[in-house]
């Protein structure tokens, strides 16, 4: 059974850095599609950062130049490095697996990160 397993978050202040980390099992990893994404309260989840089987990455535009996905297909581990943390970062972070061939979509159970000022 596939399973993502997030780890890393914690409680940081405002400029500082964080690195999640998602171990995934039972599933092909270097065939799938990796994100993370967040999801404040009272707010909808949203997309923070993909990286393709390729190793292509994409980022939203509340993130760039400060976070960082990366993905190691011997570890079968996707990272998120989160530098100059904000406040506004704070938020439940979960890891997502996309099989390219569009027939499975797995999440994590999610880790909190909380950003003091």
């Known amino acids: 059974q596939a399973q993502l397993v997030e780890s890393g978050g914690g409680l940081v202040q405002a400029g500082g850095s964080l690195r999640l980390s998602c171990a995934a099992s039972g599933m092909i990893f270097s065939m799938n599609n990796m994100g993370w994404y967040r999801q404040a309260p009272g707010k909808q989840r949203e997309l923070v950062a993909g990286?393709?089987?390729?190793?292509?990455?994409n980022y939203a535009d509340s993130v760039k130049g400060r976070f960082t996905i990366s993905r190691d297909n011997a570890k079968n581990t996707v990272y998120l490095q989160m530098n100059s943390l904000k406040p506004e970062d704070t938020a439940v972070y979960y890891c997502n697996a996309r099989s390219i061939w569009g027939n499975s979509d797995y999440w994590g159970q999610g880790t909190q990160v909380t950003v003091s000022s």
């Open positions: 990286i393709s089987i390729r190793g292509s990455t």
